[in-house]
């Protein structure tokens, strides 16, 4: 009798390693698997709409019985772990042209080429965007959304200290205007990066681009005589840092507030500056009427004689397909199909990311106000070609990551400025060195 | 009395059934342990970036890291937690413990409530925490008003983030600590305690010559897994800090070169420098271990 009930243990043990995995329902239909890091419901639906139009209008001009299969929420780390595996998806999206050019390095990513021709991405997408479809001029991610870094106003406070959007464009107009919130008790501009890291490259993308495009172009390039040595860029960080100390970048607490603290110092009236990005319409509208109606949208001024201001640019998202999918032609019928212009209303309308193509004037109406100025001030940055470069976007990712640290410790004092500065020269340098191909468009 | 040698076939047929019970879990702990450790180890002598192929490089990746001041950093900071949690959480809860171990009703809720932030996830915790630590709404508004104003900072500046951080895993880990000590001291038999009192032993006595060598074993085990643990620990820098610089751990590192910086093999190094830290102490303790027994 024991034996019976050890060998039952061991039987039922085994079973439930061999059925742990669970199993897939058995379907004779070949299935496309597209995945995606969106979280939010809205867009969730809005994705899988347009995605299953997308493949059931492929299905019946082919007469093909593809099945959709589509994952939502798969940020960086998933996709990476189920890339380097043997369960890649056949299509998937990145979040910048850093980890394409990773992705690309190891043959991970099918060539688009013949299929963008077919389609005429050339002349469909903006150049910029579609000298970012490329790697070594090979086709092979479709650029998605458009994005940059913005300064959002309290207007309510503007008209309070006296101040005018309009005429705040040069260093010394903008630290004036730092002044005077700060001598009033508020807080000039404010930022929270305690738990989002990231929220400082926010504010260097800015500090970077208007330092000189060119020269942060030349740098990451590897081509720049000095690189981030150069005493531009100390100037630049020095700017920061007396912001920080005088207390005019949150309060100095920039690093030790979240972006809740940001978010709300900033419609509870007590901020006069927020630093935004222009992806924020998701999140403006469950705000009330009048506090969307407090915030007003400018262009970061100018920091230096040398640029004049414009906008840090930035992609959403890059969507690839697996080198080994076995379904390349509808794979690339999807992405193409991403870029029609009936789709970019959904996609503005629920706050996601649009097309790299010239979108109809009025799929931007009707729109909240904030949202509609920031992507007037996006558009005409654009059609001017005046735009510059994210961090996130542009930078090699060893580089990206110091950048946005090592400023802490410049901050608190435990690093030098030119130490900060040589250890970025040092990781660009590596990475160069190491294969990374910067994909940067060249600005007007 | 002799008790009769159990039969030969017997004692076999017992070592069957043993090893066919062993197999699952022994297939388990080589799919899930052994193999992904094996590969780590060749990952770390390698330039993988996460994603693809893999070139051999060496020991450059060991050798990067003795020269990483960010290394260093983390180790130092690994330290101090270990020095935190071996000292904090392991004295008070022996000490609740061996009060709770002799207070005469109510010990059962209390001990419910100490265990209580253990169960609690270190995703909410941590949220809960941070928002504590608020420069603007947080305790600092708590002590301002009480008048405790030299306890007024940052608590999530670099300077003190580690121990901020370090506070709260300790106010969620002490709890088990003390279910442990409770369930060790309650195998100690009363009559000693009541024998020291009639020779006039005070509270402190007791604890040291009576306590402490009952439950030396568990006080040892418990050493031990504290030591590792702040080898490996993650979540709660992760959640409340993202290991930003001042609290940065081995493994918020190992995370960030994994998956930030595409760096995998160099990763692959820190986690083997860690699970090779582990191993160290593993053996220190096994080498105590069968010292006590001997």
Redesign the interface.
């Known amino acids: 009798m024991k ?1 019976l009930l ?2 039952c ?2 039987t039922t ?2 079973a ?2 061999v059925f742990a995995g669970g199993a897939s329902e058995k379907v004779d239909q070949p299935v496309i698997e597209v995945t995606h890091s969106a979280t939010q419901d809205g867009q969730i639906a809005t994705y899988e709409r347009i995605l299953q139009q997308l493949v059931d209008e492929y299905n019946a001009e082919n007469g093909t019985q593809y099945l959709l299969k589509y994952v939502s929420g798969q940020g ?2 998933i996709t ?1 772990t189920r ?2 595996s043997n369960d890649r998806p056949d299509i998937f999206s990145l979040d910048s042209p850093a980890d394409v050019n ?2 690309d ?4 990513l099918l060539d688009l080429s013949p299929y963008a021709q077919r389609a005429g991405w050339e002349q469909t997408m903006f150049d910029w965007a579609y000298k970012l479809a490329q790697v070594d001029g090979k086709v092979v991610t479709l650029p998605f959304g458009y994005e940059g870094m913005v300064l959002w106003y309290n207007k309510s406070i503007m008209n309070e200290l006296g101040l005018d959007a309009g005429t705040i464009d040069t260093l010394a107009e903008y630290e004036e205007a730092l002044k005077k919130a700060s001598d009033a008790g508020y807080i000039p501009v404010m930022l929270g990066s ?4 990231w929220a400082q490259e926010w504010y260097l993308s800015i500090m970077n681009s208007y330092t000189g495009r060119d020269l942060v172009k030349k740098t990451i390039e590897g081509t720049s005589e000095l690189g981030w040595s150069d005493p531009a860029f100390k100037k630049t960080i020095e700017l920061y840092q007396s912001w920080h100390d005088k207390g005019y970048l949150a ?1 100095g ?1 920039s ?4 972006s809740d ?1 940001a978010i709300n ?1 900033f419609t509870n009236d007590k901020a006069l500056f927020k630093l935004e990005g222009t992806w924020a319409p998701y999140w403006i509208a469950p705000l009330e009427q009048a506090d969307q109606d407090t915030i007003g949208v400018m262009l970061h001024p100018a920091i230096n004689s040398t640029e004049r201001p414009h906008l840090p640019l930035a992609v959403g998202g890059m969507w690839c397909v697996s080198s080994d999918t076995e379904h390349p032609e509808i794979a690339a019928a999807i992405l193409s199909g991403q870029l029609r212009q009936e789709f970019q209303s959904d996609f503005l309308q629920n706050g996601m990311d649009v097309a790299p193509i010239q979108v109809d004037e009025e799929e931007f109406q009707g729109l909240p106000p904030t949202v509609e100025t920031m992507w007037s001030l996006v558009n005409g940055a654009l059609a001017e070609g005046s735009f510059g470069y994210t961090t996130w976007a542009f930078y090699p ?2 580089t990206r ?1 110091y950048l946005y ?2 400023i ?2 410049v901050l ?1 004092g ?1 690093t030098t400025i030119d130490d900060y500065l040589a250890e970025m020269d040092r990781l660009t340098t590596k990475e160069l060195a ?1 294969g990374f191909t910067p994909v940067i468009p060249s600005t007007r | 009395m002799n008790v009769p040698a159990p039969p030969q076939g017997f004692k076999k ?1 017992e070592q069957r ?1 043993a090893l ?2 062993l ?3 022994l ?2 702990h080589l799919m899930m342990i052994v193999l992904p450790s094996v590969n780590t180890l060749v990952s770390s002598f390698t ?1 993988w ?5 893999k070139d051999i490089i060496g020991l450059q990746n060991y050798r990067e890291l003795l020269g990483d001041p960010n290394f260093s950093l983390a180790i130092m900071n690994n330290i101090r937690w270990m020095g935190m949690f071996l000292s904090i959480p392991i004295l008070l809860s022996m000490l609740i413990g061996y009060m709770l171990s002799h207070a005469p009703r109510g010990h059962i809720i209390l001990r419910a409530c100490y265990f209580l932030p253990y169960v609690i996830s270190a995703a909410i915790a941590g949220k809960i925490f ?1 928002s504590f630590y ?3 709404f947080g305790i600092n508004i708590a002590f301002e008003a009480l008048g405790l104003d030299f306890l007024v900072r ?6 003190n983030a580690l121990v901020s951080v370090a506070i709260v895993d300790m106010w969620h880990w002490w709890g088990f600590l003390l279910v442990i000590f409770i369930s060790a001291l309650q195998q100690i038999d009363p009559m000693l305690y009541e024998s020291a009192e009639v020779e006039g032993a005070n509270e402190l006595q007791k604890i040291w010559y009576i306590m402490i060598p009952s439950i030396q074993k568990t006080l040892v085990f418990i050493i031990l897994v504290t030591m590792v643990w702040s080898i490996s620990t993650f979540e709660y820098v992760w959640v409340m ?2 290991g ?2 001042g609290s940065e751990l081995l493994s918020t590192m190992l995370y ?1 070169n994994a ?5 995998a093999g160099y990763a692959c190094a820190i986690s083997i420098v860690q699970g090779s830290l582990a191993l160290i102490i593993f053996g220190v303790f096994g080498l105590i271990r069968r010292k006590m027994e001997d």
């Open positions: 034996r050890t060998m243990l061991i043990l085994c439930g390693f960086k780390d990476n890339m380097s990773q992705y390095k190891d043959g991970l305690q738990d989002w890291p309060d607490k690093y030790i507030l979240t603290d110092a990712p060893e990551v640290e090592g802490v410790n608190e435990t190491a | 047929r059934t066919l019970t197999i699952p879990i297939a388990f330039n970036n996460g994603l693809g192929t941070a608020n420069p603007y940052d608590w999530l500046a670099p300077t800090t993202k930003s610089p960030k998956l930030f910086k595409y760096r």
